[in-house]
């Protein structure tokens, strides 16, 4: 038996019996009273000069009650360097430049009267590699990067790589390229504005920063960030997309204020293919190397990112690679080199993993080809190579708990290495590191809740940490109730108001269930302490004595001595001088701001992982078929195995299509494919024959239960890992994303005829 | 303007429908039935499935005015007399739902899988929402959902 | 919500006068899974719909003295579960099975896939290699043509612009042990058009191939019937040698495109290999 009520048992979403009934009320089902509709009038080409733009046709459309360009406002940008107008005056750098909208009573007036919008440009050369970008005479998109060649770069260097590889017995390196993929949220984007009194902004958005939103809203429009006051409806996925503020969001904003009226824009499908943001492509020159005895002498690596043609957070996505081109694995020497230039691509934010993907499916086929040439078995080279507890990487990153290497032989045992297999069958593994405990990238890595226990005995959280899909307000429900000796559903989780929930930084770094969770187990037990100062003249016992179970509270040592928590509440309000119960905790975890050297503890723990791949290759076709997937994860302590488990699932389908099947393809930075049909995601029948899940439980001394961040290491290795067994199978290396049919049939194609002269 | 007599969970509506308006939009918009999500109106998705007549359909690509004389059977109409409907349960129980953009339209098309196929393989569940689909479950517990519900419904019909 | 007129015509007569009064200005409707799309994409812009769905003599799948006919809004999910087609033509149902989702295949019908025309058609292979007519019925009386001689060109038909409506696919039954195959190349198991497909019957009769017909899909702007390939194996022994051969013809005959789907040169590679397994399959081998 568990020693837990609820921790570590599988608990249904708190949410989900609302999204199975269709009570559940997203972003597209909000409709105020004398809304009205959005939409974006985007550039027609990748890069041009706007010599005219003539808004009045678009009025002839009955309906239509605002229409803007560049010229009717005055904002701030958007981005992460602010290079983002909201509207595109002058210039447009790229097919998804917002060029005018227009509000409207309905959505087919808004899209007619946008059609109608006629708008002149003149064309200018454009540029979609970033080395032609960086070449003589390339046309330059912003004044602010000469060269296209954007300041903000990232440079850390530890011990001399060069001197190690120099002395190493053995090396290997590559360039890797990854590729546009982007998130597919079912939900396409919205944004509902609405201007109250005295010009306060109710904005409501399925964005993942609330508080954060509102600096930024304040920032770009104007208005004081105490009169903008963020809602979330049911949030229908984010994987990292909603972690930024767009310019459709803010152009929501402004034709509310122009118009008097809500308005709202949602996305059809294809601009949300076309016009959101990517996962940020890369091109990673990388090196290792290793002694005799297989032991990692240094890595080394080399990074230009496709900025496209503004700024979000893709550019900062190195600071996440780094972590683990540093740190997965015992590396003395390490140098990491990215900086991103300027192209009239499409631009890139978060997505799942943040660059440790990329970077992963770098460093990992590196340390199979180190294993093999160094004549060691590839599990035994990891094993030999991998982090252990209380240690420190370069990075300063103090690894506290750390089943790395229990993942990886569970990993490798389960997928059968090293047994015979058959023909074009191949077996691959990778690592995995990525922070665990939180990730301080703000001032503050916090969140702050409120736990408010009412006349019923019921326990409202409120806090900032917003839920988007992941299971993470149950999880924060089961810890409540865990900590509280309450039933599940005398706890309820209100997470979508900035009014009501105190900070929270974000659901980013796979934070949330360890920080919210941390800071849910500390309000509770401040209310713990309340009731305990309460409770213990009633029942007369020592407050150091009391316990609770079963929605009571309970003498230890006396077990006659108990009352039920409504009934205390009860008593504790209706009473002269009557006070309430509410607990409070801000939890700020215990890492570190990293400084420009890129050191410092940035997580509270890390995560560890490893992933076993068993693939079958058609080499007539091309076509990779996964027949079995193995994830070992130390997540520190399983909260709710449900959970868990769908966290991995949705990563491993995730993280299988990016490495065998999805793609955005562009022609000179106009989207190709901009609907399901043609980005391939992996469905039901393309999910692999077998999927083991295991868990390691470290119990993490500073997780809440023990638990660590688990959402985005399920993610990371999977690019690596089919890498790996695809060489296995095949004796092909790819060294490009994606591993789709056609690749490696060439591939197949041209490994046979190179070996057709010698044999003929 | 088509006049069109439909049947919506039970309810017989007569309206006016203009001939562009889809079923997704109809049961959105005309009637407050905000359960059946839009995902794509393309037909690639399978967010926004009901059962016309039985048959699960994607109703952004079928038009209101096509269903005169239709039945119509949505998310908000599956479960009876405050009951869930087994599938609903499983998909709770087994941890099938995340965003839950998806999980309507997934349910209603196994709705008529399940009606169909009583006793299904997990490989059949499978195939059964190749045309849905899911961001974030990777589908495996929806397919155990399904399967699960299926034996509720076995247990079920037995008693 | 997209702006046309809607007509649900009881008869093929009534449904034939208004596509002529409305001069190619009105697009037949059946299941609608290509078209409404389409219409929603500003990919077509029909002044009018003429739903067919209510014409019962166009429903149905039965036998009719050598011949199964199927009625042009049979849709793919009847294919999938006919017991006529499971028994006789089991390569339709196959066809069928791979195209779209449940929900597609509920509504999508047999002639809308033809009549849509795209070169990627998947039941336009097996019906051309089984020898299929279709019926078609317009306002100067009708016709039965070949199958591969229904298509004038990605999206165009003998019947586009509203000269006529298909009513009926007419496929004789397969002479006593033939086989036919279909295999279809799609990134994925389901929701994906094809890159390739290639569709085969044959008969061997005393050692020889005595009848076959060979048929590829989504390597030109029509599906192709290949006459080279099945003059390759006609007549002879029908062994591997030969089945390479046909496949070779096969490549030889596609004229693909590059798209965002695949490159001229994979599609040209994959026609050989579907090729290969489409004529190993129906030839034993």
């Known amino acids: ?760 | 303007m088509i006049p069109i007599r439909i049947a919506v969970n039970g309810d017989v509506y007569e309206r006016e429908v203009p001939p562009g308006t889809t079923l997704l939009d109809f049961l959105r918009d005309g009637l407050g039935l905000t359960g059946t999500n839009a995902g794509c109106r393309a037909g690639d998705c399978g967010a926004c499935t009901v059962l016309l007549d039985g048959k699960s359909v994607n109703s952004c690509i079928v038009l209101a005015c096509e269903c005169d004389g239709s039945e119509v059977l949505t998310i908000e109409g599956l479960s009876r007399g405050g009951a869930l409907h087994p599938l609903q349960q499983a998909f709770m129980d087994e941890g099938a739902v995340q965003c839950g953009f998806c999980t309507p339209g997934m349910i209603m098309r196994c709705a008529e899988f399940l009606a169909r196929n009583p006793d299904p393989t997990p490989a059949e569940a499978r195939a059964a929402i190749e045309g849905n689909i899911c961001r974030c479950t990777g589908y495996e517990n929806i397919v155990r959902a399904v399967i699960a519900a299926a034996g509720a419904m076995k247990g079920r019909a037995k008693a | 919500m997209f702006k046309f007129a809607y007509h649900k015509p009881a008869s093929a007569r009534k449904a034939l006068e208004m596509l002529s009064a409305m001069k190619g200005k009105a697009a037949v409707l059946a299941g609608g899974t290509d078209l409404i799309p389409a219409v929603r994409r500003g990919k077509a812009a029909p002044e009018a719909l003429v739903d067919i769905k209510g014409i019962e003599s166009f429903r149905g799948i039965g036998i009719s003295g050598n011949s199964v006919v199927i009625g042009s809004l049979a849709t793919l999910a009847d294919l999938v579960s006919d017991p006529i087609l499971a028994e006789k033509l089991p390569v339709l149902a196959l066809a069928a099975a791979g195209m779209g989702s449940p929900q597609v295949r509920n509504r999508g019908t047999a002639g809308g896939n033809l009549c849509n025309a795209a070169p990627s058609a998947d039941l336009a292979p097996p019906l051309i290699v089984l020898g299929a007519k279709v019926r078609i019925l317009a306002p100067k009386g009708g016709r039965t043509v070949p199958v591969e001689e229904f298509f004038l060109g990605p999206g165009r038909t003998l019947v586009s612009g509203g000269k006529g409506i298909l009513a009926a696919i007419v496929v004789p039954l397969p002479k006593k042990g033939s086989k036919s195959s279909f295999h279809a190349l799609t990134p994925r198991a389901a929701m994906d058009l094809s890159v390739v497909s290639v569709a085969a019957s044959a008969l061997r009769v005393g050692g020889r191939v005595a009848a076959v017909r060979i048929a590829l899909g989504a390597c030109a702007p029509v599906p192709l019937r290949c006459a080279a390939a099945e003059a390759a194996l006609k007549g002879s022994p029908g062994g591997l040698e030969d089945a390479a051969r046909a496949a070779d013809a096969v490549a030889a005959a596609a004229c693909p495109i590059s798209d965002v789907r695949a490159s001229e040169a994979y599609r040209r590679d994959m026609a050989r290999e579907l090729a290969l397994r489409a004529v190993r399959e129906v030839l034993g081998l």
């Open chain 1, 1 to 760: 038996m568990s020693e837990f009520a609820f921790i570590g048992r599988k608990v249904p979403k708190i949410d989900a019996f609302d999204k199975v009934t269709g009570r559940a009320v997203y972003g597209h089902d909000m409709v105020l009273p004398g809304m009205l509709y959005g939409k974006i009038l985007r550039s027609a080409h990748a890069h041009a000069k706007i010599a005219s733009i003539d808004v009045r046709p678009a009025f002839e459309v009955p309906g239509v009650k605002a229409v803007i360009t560049a010229q009717d406002v005055k904002t701030g940008n958007v981005g992460f360097l602010q290079d983002n107008p909201i509207l595109k005056g002058g210039r447009v750098r790229s097919f998804r430049d917002e060029v005018a909208a227009v509000a409207a009573v309905s959505e087919d007036a808004a899209a007619e009267a946008c059609s109608r919008i006629a708008v002149r440009y003149e064309p200018l050369p454009a540029v979609f590699d970033p080395f032609e970008a960086m070449a003589p005479g390339a046309p330059l998109l912003h004044d602010s990067a000469p060269g296209n060649v954007i300041g903000f770069k990232y440079d850390f260097r530890e011990g001399d790589p060069d001197a190690a590889l120099a002395s190493s017995a053995f090396t290997a390196e590559g360039t890797f390229r990854t590729h546009y993929v982007t998130h597919c949220c079912m939900e396409t984007c919205f944004a509902l504005a609405a201007i109250g009194r005295a010009g306060s902004l109710n904005f409501y958005s399925s964005t993942q920063i609330p508080y954060l939103m509102q600096n930024t809203l304040s920032r770009v429009t104007g208005i004081p960030a105490s009169r903008i006051r963020i809602r979330q409806p049911v949030i229908g996925g984010a994987f990292g997309s909603k972690l930024d503020v767009y310019p459709y969001e803010i152009i929501a904003i402004l034709l509310a204020q122009r118009t008097g009226r809500p308005v709202r824009i949602t996305y059809t499908r294809e601009e949300e293919f076309a016009c959101t943001p990517t996962r940020q492509p890369m091109i990673i020159k990388m090196a290792a190397g290793c002694d005799r005895e297989g032991r990692l002498t240094a890595r080394k690596a080399e990074v230009v990112l496709d900025n496209g043609a503004y700024t979000s957070w893709g550019i900062t996505t190195p600071h996440i690679m780094l972590t683990g081109i540093s740190s997965l694995y015992r590396v003395p020497n390490v140098s990491f080199k990215a900086y991103s230039v300027y192209t009239n691509n499409a631009f890139a934010t978060a997505f799942r993993g943040y660059g440790n993907p990329q970077g992963t499916f770098a460093s990992e086929q590196l340390m199979d080809e180190l294993a093999e040439k160094a004549g060691i078995d590839k599990v035994e080279f990891r094993l030999r190579n991998a982090n252990e507890p209380g240690s420190v990487t370069p990075q300063n990153f103090r690894i506290t708990t750390c089943g790395f290497k229990e993942c990886l032989a569970k990993a490798a045992e389960r997928i059968g290495f090293g047994r015979p297999k058959a023909e074009n069958e191949g077996v691959g593994i990778s690592g995995m590191f990525h922070v665990g405990g939180g990730g301080r990238v703000y001032k503050s890595d916090g969140c702050g809740v409120i736990a408010k226990l009412d006349d019923f005995g019921r326990l409202s959280i409120m806090t900032g940490a917003t839920e988007i899909g992941t299971g993470s307000d149950t999880a924060m429900a089961m810890i409540a109730a865990e900590t509280m000796g309450m039933p599940m559903d005398a706890v309820s989780v209100i997470n979508d108001d900035t009014d009501v929930g105190p900070w929270d930084v974000g659901i980013h770094a796979s934070r949330t269930t360890f920080i919210a969770g941390n800071a849910v187990l500390a309000a509770c037990e401040d209310v713990k302490d309340q009731i305990r100062e309460f409770a213990a003249p009633m029942l007369g016992s020592d407050a150091r004595n009391l316990v609770f179970r079963d929605w009571k509270v309970c003498d230890v040592l006396d077990p006659s001595k108990s009352m039920e928590i409504p009934r205390v509440a009860r008593a504790v309000h209706f009473k002269e001088k009557g006070r309430m119960i509410v607990g409070r905790a801000f939890y700020d975890p215990p890492n570190e701001f990293q400084g420009k050297d890129l050191r410092g503890n940035v997580s509270s723990t890390y995560a560890f992982a490893a992933h076993a791949v068993r693939v079958k290759v058609d080499p007539a076709t091309g076509k990779i078929r996964v027949l079995k997937f193995v994830a070992v994860h130390d997540v520190g302590k399983v909260i709710n195995p449900l959970g868990l488990e769908g966290q991995l699932h949705g990563a491993i389908a995730q993280g299988l299509g990016y490495a065998i099947s999805e793609q955005l393809v562009f022609d000179r930075g106009r989207l190709l494919n901009d609907g399901f049909t043609d980005y391939k995601m992996l469905l039901a029948r393309d999910m692999p024959g077998e999927i083991e899940l295991h868990f390691v439980e470290t119990g993490d001394p500073e997780g809440p239960y023990g638990a660590k961040g688990v959402s985005e290491a399920g993610l990371i290795p999977i690019p690596a890992a089919v890498a790996n067994a695809v060489a296995d199978a095949l004796g092909i290396r790819f060294r490009t994303l994606p591993m789709c049919p056609e690749k490696v049939r060439a591939a197949v194609l041209e490994r046979d005829g190179a070996a057709r002269p010698g044999a003929d």
